[in-house]
């Protein structure tokens, strides 16, 4: 069964940092594409940030680079998502989301929460 643990989100003031933690099982994780995505209140979901299979790579959405870190741990099967200089845009649901780099299968996490807030 493959399951995704997401954690680190919750409530943090503008200019501050946050890391949110994806642990996955229940796949090769070698063979997975990693992103997060976000979707704020109202508006449609939207990449966030893509890391390649070994880390080798990174793809950020456009005002994200610079501020967001993504990488992954292929011995814990966990890939994160280092944030900084929050603002109160930064407000969204982020999903933990697994390709495969061969086209098999797509999964989803539940998704974690972040509001930022003064």
């Known amino acids: 069964q493959v399951q995704f643990v997401e954690s680190g989100g919750g409530l943090v003031q503008p200019g501050g940092s946050l890391r949110l933690s994806c642990a996955a099982s229940g796949f090769t994780f070698m063979r997975a594409t990693m992103s997060w995505y976000r979707q704020a209140p109202g508006k449609e979901r939207v990449l966030v940030a893509t890391?390649?299979?070994?880390?080798?790579?990174?793809i950020y959405a456009g005002s994200m680079k610079g501020r967001f870190t993504i990488s992954r741990d292929n011995d814990e099967n966990t890939v994160y998502l280092q944030m900084n200089s929050l603002t109160p845009e930064d407000t969204a649901v982020y999903y933990c989301n697994a390709r495969d780099s061969y086209g098999g299968w797509d999964y989803w996490g539940q998704g974690i929460q972040v509001t930022v807030s003064s």
């Open positions: 890391i390649t299979r070994t880390g080798g790579g990174t």
